[in-house]
């Protein structure tokens, strides 16, 4: 990403130069620091992680402390959300590794 010197608001390539989007003002590209930024072209999917309900991993944490009421399985992947204000616990969400049950853990 590149700024804008007279404003400070974020600049857009259009051909050999940067374009102001609020007060139009033009630079020319940085050739030294071309090869810091990456277009979404160049980028790859590799590192995502595709989650879906029939998934085998989820890519997230795993808790063993917990019992899924459904199938009885003691282990479920979890995520760790500030559902209330900040003075409270967080609420874990979890989905149980065996049959894919939903539900959350109050602290």
Do not use: L
């Amino acid at each position: 990403m590149q700024f804008c010197d007279e404003c400070s608001s974020m600049m857009h390539a259009s051909g050999d130069e940067m374009v102001c989007s609020s007060c139009g003002a033009t630079q020319s590209k940085d050739a030294d620091r071309a090869a810091e930024f990456v277009s979404t072209e160049a980028q790859t999917d590799d590192d995502v992680i595709e989650s879906s309900p029939d998934a085998d991993f989820e890519g997230k944490p795993t808790a063993s402390d917990v019992t899924c009421d459904a199938c009885g399985n003691g282990e479920a992947w979890y995520t760790i959300k500030q559902t209330a204000s900040a003075d409270e616990p967080p609420t874990r969400f979890f989905k149980c590794t065996e049959c894919g049950k939903r539900w959350r853990g109050y602290s």
